[in-house]
């Protein structure tokens, strides 16, 4: 137990922590994006899962920032044909959504023994490249807390940092810009935007593109620094869990930081503990974010009912 | 008097003719997409082609593996459409294979295992053990409002690791290391119907799902009550029906087939033991299944015939071409994206017409193909 909270206040687990959390957060700001516009976006896990791909197979020939702008294209371009399938064709957006799911499972099996010449495991015979981490060790050099600061800054993904502005733009961009307001209203009630004549179909529309492309970003992030290279659903859940961390953030951008954080502390969790316990089974440790996105969810919801039943709404 | 059924009859009739238009004309798009991916990616595209449309049918075996899953999809099929008529989306239909697997292994494996009572306690088990997995998401939803969708898929990948723990560390194996339990006694096992094939008692017991479910649905109270939460929540709880009441009988009755299906993998001629990961993604084609049928428990089985043909012909172009069975998944994606919009024949002409919008469909695939 002691080895537990040592390796758990240290530097380097708060380092592994920000490294499962930035593909989940990514990936619950796409959730949230589109949640808010009145579509809830089962199809995280197969946007995440294709923009895994497409940056590795991209970043094979060009550099890795090509490669995460194509892993981000692909999840928007995603993001677009969701869109059109059930705004233009009226399709109910959950089936549309796991349509893309299924697309994403087969197809980038597909693709992957395409591309490795028939290896539909992993691209471990592809030379992928991987997003580099920001340095800032030269911040030991400050007195007295100079040594802690680098070990908790340094060693982070150029996405991590993106991902936390992110957490930010987000939220200046709903709350505090025009088209935040049109968005929520959209998904809030969209008749009163649609009377006031804001183009609902329309702001729907680009809030599945975005929300697609930070999917998008998040599997890059995954296939480009959390592991270099692609595994067949490699992505294992995340996208249904960033769904859970939308409701559980309570549908607000620091809510959902807070949420992915805690899937990701538990994701890190983890990662460290079978290194730490033998006897507990790797399985059981797997199962663990899942068993705590539907503890949080429960207890969310338990939580979300009080506060109606407070306001005296049944 | 004698009109009233004939109008009905005939307007029914031409519903069905437009669905199974719609049906045909979304497979038809689906595999012409799915030939222009084979066209570029494969050496030899027309013999793949060939392999994909016609090879099911070429001996006894290959008949058998395709009668094998249609029993199955039928079966998982069903599961969907009884949580999609109560406009439910309960996902877990997959983690409901797998408990229900791990629940019959455990009689079949057990002194039981090797009396009669195999077959009959292995299927009753493995229904309750999926019944319950599925009355999980339901009562959370009922009593707390959490969302379906996620607890339900969530609850999937713990069944997974759970099956994977047990096959691993806790079920009897015939040596270590291996990720298999012991096969199953011959007593416990679903005897073939037609020798030297996988053909077994899955399918008859899908075709009596079938007939349950359709007259659940559509000859009982209970069933009327869960189309009309189905149609509309909220008149149907203005109108003294328990809506959350059918939610969760639904999802549990939808559990105990998705806990039927994982027996039908385990105890079936295919495996006859539990192995890790056995499911191979057949769960989630219910979904494909259930939207191409409507959710009508009838056309399930139908559906089922031709999508089984699709999913063997592609195992065997796998096996005989250069073009690997995923490939299936584009044409899965794409059916069910036109089969549940309002797309139709005129529609798609349309599109053609006016020309940059059409491109969207082929997209899809090129995505994936990147």
Redesign the interface.
């Known amino acids: 137990m002691m080895e537990l909270f040592l390796t758990v206040f240290s530097a380097a687990f708060f380092v592994t922590v920000i490294r499962t959390t930035t593909p989940l957060l990514l990936a619950t700001l796409g959730g949230l994006i589109a949640d808010l516009g009145g579509a809830?976006n089962?199809a995280l896990e197969g946007m995440m899962l294709?923009g895994c791909?497409?940056a590795v197979?991209v970043s094979v020939y060009a550099p890795w920032y090509v490669a995460v702008l194509a892993g981000l294209g692909?999840g928007a371009?995603?993001g677009?044909?969701m869109a059109?399938?059930a705004f233009?064709?009226?399709?109910?957006i959950?089936?549309?959504g796991?349509?893309?799911?299924?697309?994403?499972?087969?197809?980038?099996?597909?693709?992957l023994?395409?591309a490795t010449g028939?290896d539909?495991g992993t691209s471990i015979n592809l030379q992928s490249k991987a997003i580099p981490a920001v340095d800032l060790s030269f911040l030991s050099g400050i007195p007295v807390v100079g040594p802690t600061l680098s070990a908790f800054l340094s060693g982070h993904s150029v996405l991590s940092w993106l991902a936390a502005i992110l957490v930010f733009a987000v939220w200046y961009f709903l709350y505090r810009t025009p088209w935040g307001l049109w968005l929520r209203g959209v998904g809030e009630y969209p008749a009163a935007p649609e009377a006031a004549g804001i183009p609902v179909n329309k702001i729907r529309t680009w809030s599945l593109i975005v929300s697609g492309a930070l999917a998008g970003l998040g599997g890059a992030q995954l296939a480009m620094f959390n592991y270099v290279g692609f595994t067949r659903d490699m992505t294992?859940?995340r996208g249904?869990?960033a769904?859970?961390a939308v409701?559980l953030g309570a549908r607000h951008p620091v809510g959902a930081l807070l949420a992915a954080l805690l899937f990701g502390a538990f994701e890190a969790l983890a990662v460290v503990m079978p290194g730490l316990f033998n006897d507990i089974?790797a399985?059981?440790i797997?199962?663990i974010p899942?068993?705590v996105?539907?503890a949080a969810?429960?207890l969310f919801?338990?939580r979300?009912?009080r506060a109606l039943a407070l306001r005296g709404v049944k | 008097m004698s009109t009233l059924p004939a109008i009905d009859r005939s307007s029914r009739f031409k519903t069905m003719r437009r669905e199974v238009g719609r049906a045909l004309g979304a497979l038809v798009i689906a595999l012409l997409v799915a030939f222009v991916v084979v066209l570029l990616t494969s050496k030899a595209p027309f013999e793949a082609l060939n392999v994909l449309l016609t090879q099911p049918l070429s001996r006894p075996r290959t008949i058998g593996l395709w009668i094998d899953d249609i029993a199955k999809l039928t079966v998982t099929g069903l599961a969907f459409s009884l949580v999609f008529q109560a406009r439910q989306f309960a996902m877990g239909v997959q983690g409901q294979v797998y408990i229900g697997a791990l629940a019959a292994t455990y009689v079949a494996l057990s002194p039981l295992g090797a009396s009669w009572a195999g077959i009959p306690l292995g299927i009753a088990a493995a229904m309750l053990a999926g019944a319950f997995y599925g009355f999980i998401p339901g009562i959370a939803k009922a009593k707390l409002g959490a969302n379906e969708i996620v607890s339900s898929l969530m609850l999937n990948y713990i069944a997974i690791e759970l099956c994977n723990y047990l096959v691993r560390a806790n079920l009897p194996k015939p040596q270590a290391g291996v990720l298999t339990t012991n096969d199953f006694p011959d007593s416990a096992v679903f005897p073939t119907l037609v020798a030297n094939t996988r053909i077994d008692l899955s399918i008859i017991f899908a075709l009596v799902a079938v007939v349950l479910v359709w007259f659940a649905l559509y000859r009982t109270s209970w069933g009327l009550k869960l189309r009309l939460v189905g149609h509309n929540a909220r008149f149907a709880e203005y109108s003294g029906i328990k809506a959350t009441f059918i939610m969760v009988s639904a999802m549990t009755a939808s559990g105990a087939l998705g806990g039927l299906l994982g027996s039908m993998f385990v105890q079936g001629q295919t495996y006859g033991k539990l192995t890790v990961l056995f499911e191979g993604g057949l769960a989630f084609e219910g979904i494909l299944v259930a939207i191409v049928a409507r959710s009508r428990p009838l056309a399930v089985p139908i559906v089922a015939i031709f999508y089984a043909y699709l999913r063997q012909g592609a195992q065997l172009m796998n096996i005989r071409t250069d073009v690997p069975a995923e490939v299936i998944g584009i044409v899965t994606a794409i059916i069910i994206l036109l089969v549940s919009s309002s797309y139709s024949l005129n529609f798609i002409t349309r599109l053609f017409r006016r020309g940059p919008a059409a491109s969207a469909a082929p997209a899809a695939a090129g995505g994936a193909a990147k």
Request: aromatic residues 10%; glycine residues 8%; hydrophobic residues 70%.
């Open positions: 809830l089962v294709i791909l497409t197979i692909a371009l995603l677009l044909i059109f399938f233009r064709l009226k399709a109910d959950i089936l549309v796991f349509a893309i799911n299924i697309l994403a499972a087969g197809g980038t099996v597909f693709a023994a395409l028939g539909k294992a859940g249904f869990i769904l859970g409701l089974p399985e059981l797997r199962a899942f068993v996105t539907i969810l429960v919801s338990i979300a009912q």
